[in-house]
């Protein structure tokens, strides 16, 4: 049997320490061993998307990156999007816009979202449409989360005014 190994780290901007196994995925560690049951598991060969979180400010797949990887990074996940009780603005418009139905690759549209309007906060549609290329969704076709997406980022431009 592998001896698990501790792993110092900030999630959602708290510091966190965890054990995990050597060859756990960050995926696997944030939902077994934190709880953190918001980013999904679905496919675990970075294909869909919906395990989308980010490292050090990169969107990347949780499923494709070691747990032990995240030794002295920051980790962003789904639990971080809202402050409290107050919704993220892409968590508003998602809703606004019905851009969601089952939910299974909610969390993992929001993440990239985020990770796209944090380095170019006004996006065009092609734009959102690449950020989101690798986030599957069987449910909405889109085109609600695309407008959702541009919706927000309106909404984010103008707050920082």
């Known amino acids: 049997m592998a001896r698990r190994t501790h792993v ?3 999630i959602n901007g708290e510091p966190t320490e965890f054990l995990c196994d050597p060859h756990q995925s960050l995926l696997d560690a ?3 061993e934190l709880g953190l049951t918001g980013t999904k598991e679905g496919c675990t060969t970075g294909d869909c998307g919906a ?3 980010t490292l050090d400010g990169r969107l990347v797949c949780a499923c494709l990156v070691l747990a032990v990887e995240a030794e002295g990074r920051a980790v962003g996940t789904i639990e971080g999007l809202a402050q ?3 919704l993220h603005p892409l968590q508003e418009k998602f809703l606004e816009h019905a851009a969601l ?3 299974v690759c909610t969390p993992g549209m929001l993440i990239a979202a985020k990770a796209l309007l944090d380095e170019k906060p006004d996006p065009t549609e092609h734009d959102v449409r690449y950020w989101l290329s690798g986030n599957l969704c ?3 076709g889109y085109d609600k989360v695309v407008r959702a997406v541009l919706d927000a980022a309106e909404s984010l431009r103008g707050a920082a005014r």
Do not use: K, Y
């Open 30 to 32: 944030l939902r077994d």
């Open 101 to 103: 139905q089952c939910g």
């Open 138 to 140: 069987r449910c909405t």
């Open 84 to 86: 409290g009780d107050v």
């Open 8 to 10: 110092e780290t900030t």
């Open 51 to 53: 395990c989308s979180v």
